[in-house]
């Protein structure tokens, strides 16, 4: 199935420190992977995306893993701030779907001051 | 630059009507996809449009079609709407060459049906 679950899980970080999000995703064919911010009231923004040709990407603050064997992506927030406070959702790419998006559930992310 | 454009960006609509959605794409992109997303769950693939037909589809019923004009603008339609039916809709731009990168997307219509 897409996208299953009526209650979100939930990450509670104080200011400062890091923060792990986690997510598995559906399809083992799938060859590109994006994380996204989604917060209250708006649509997902772009944060990192990876190829399934890498296991790692690094972006400002951010960094994606990639672990193909047991079909799992992470988001690292270095520094975590009040600002990163939102939901985030990974969502995979199957091939030739025509860059069709499968979204997994997403994790509400609550940054303490 | 506007990003993508949706609107309305709320709207109630009582059980049996039909709803329209409209979508403006980011300036220079070509195709647009319409997901839907119910309250604390990932948006879901609902269609996608280039060159003003239909290319993707995703699980959703007849009642949800869709329409993209020649300036790259599109609709989504929901006939005979459903209490189910009541979710944020996102429209998502991109241009066909980039896909499946470079997406962008609006802010939703939230949409209530009572």
């Not at chain 1, 992977?33 to 923004?45: L, M, N, R, T």
């Not at chain 1, 064997?69 to 790419?93: M, N, R, W």
Request: proline share 5%.
């Amino acid at each position: 199935g897409e996208s299953v679950g009526l209650h979100l899980p939930t990450l509670s970080v104080q200011e400062g420190d890091n923060s792990i999000i986690n997510c598995a995703y559906s399809n083992s064919a799938s060859d590109y992977f994006i994380w996204y911010k989604q917060e209250s009231g708006k649509g997902p923004q772009f944060i990192i995306d990876i190829r399934s040709n890498m296991d790692k990407r690094q972006g400002q603050r951010v960094t994606v893993l990639l672990n193909k064997t047991v079909k799992h992506l992470s988001l690292q927030i270095a520094a975590t701030q009040p600002g990163d406070s939102a939901v985030y959702f990974c969502a995979e790419s199957p091939p030739g779907q025509g860059g069709k998006l499968i979204f997994g559930q997403g994790t509400e992310l609550s940054v303490k001051p | 630059d506007a990003g993508v454009t949706q609107s309305p960006t709320h709207l109630i609509k009582t059980r049996g009507q039909q709803v329209t959605l409209r979508c403006s794409p980011k300036s220079g992109h070509d195709t647009v996809s319409w997901y839907q997303q119910a309250l604390g769950q990932g948006p879901q693939f609902i269609f996608q449009y280039y060159e003003e037909e239909e290319r993707q589809r995703g699980n959703f019923p007849d009642r949800f079609s869709g329409h993209q004009f020649p300036n790259y603008s599109s609709e989504l339609n929901v006939n005979a709407l459903l209490l189910g039916d009541s979710a944020l809709y996102l429209c998502a731009s991109s241009l066909l060459s980039d896909r499946p990168y470079g997406y962008t997307f609006g802010s939703g219509t939230r949409l209530t049906v009572v």
